[in-house]
């Protein structure tokens, strides 16, 4: 369990150093879709390690939102919204 954590907290680091360094609004975005699919992952692993199943339908309301807020996003940058 504490490898799984440590592989959570090293792709959100990698994920946040593409976000501040990305030289593009493309590449900002697709860190940020990527901190949101880590974060899912470790709600997930947060579940079964608390056994708590509650955080498996948090995890799923978030996937969706992340969806929905990054297909926004993208319309918005290519000029669709």
Do not use: H, Q
């Amino acid at each position: 369990m504490i490898f799984f954590l440590f592989v959570i907290i090293l792709a959100i680091i990698f994920a946040a150093i593409r976000g501040i360094k990305g030289p593009t609004a493309s590449d900002i975005i697709i860190a940020l879709d990527n901190l949101t699919i880590i974060i899912t992952a470790g709600l997930v692993l947060l579940s079964l390690f608390f056994e708590r199943y509650i955080y498996l339908d948090v995890a799923l309301i978030y996937g969706v939102l992340s969806f929905i807020g990054v297909l926004t996003l993208a319309r918005y940058i290519e000029g669709g919204l």
